[in-house]
């Protein structure tokens, strides 16, 4: 069992930047996949970054691509999301999510744990 808290959300003007940290409660960290997710209002929740369990290839979606840096510290059990140049379709609430088995995926169903998520709001 994995259990996942974020923070560092927040409210932010359009091209500000926001870092979000997830620390997670588990004596094998490195055993996960980490994923950061989205969700905007009226939409599904949808992939924006992963990171693989020795954290040495990341993978983004096109819209973050560039301005988005995810990360780990395996020695404080955490994972972050550095988001710079923040635009207003950047708001949403973000969650992170770990699966255990296989390689980085982008789809929700794919991973085993989730946090209760961190609102970020990007006004315009």
């Known amino acids: 069992q994995v259990q996942l808290a974020e923070s560092g959300g927040g409210l932010v003007q359009a091209g500000g930047s926001l870092r979000l940290s997830c620390a997670a409660s588990?004596?094998?960290?490195?055993?996960?996949?980490l994923g950061w997710f989205r969700q905007a209002p009226g939409k599904d929740r949808e992939f924006v970054a992963g990171?693989?369990?020795?954290?040495?290839?990341?993978y983004y979606t096109a819209s973050v691509k560039g301005r988005f840096t995810i990360s780990r510290d395996n020695s404080k059990n955490t994972v972050y999301l550095q988001m710079n140049s923040l635009l207003p379709e950047d708001t949403a609430v973000y969650y992170c999510?770990?699966?255990?088995?296989?390689?980085?995926?982008?789809?929700?169903?794919?991973?085993?744990?989730w946090g209760q998520g961190t609102q970020v709001t990007v006004s315009s």
């Open positions: 999510g770990a699966k255990a088995s296989g390689v980085v995926r982008t789809k929700i169903n794919d991973y085993d744990y």
């Open positions: 588990t004596r094998t960290f490195t055993a996960y996949i």
């Open positions: 990171i693989t369990r020795s954290g040495d290839t990341t």
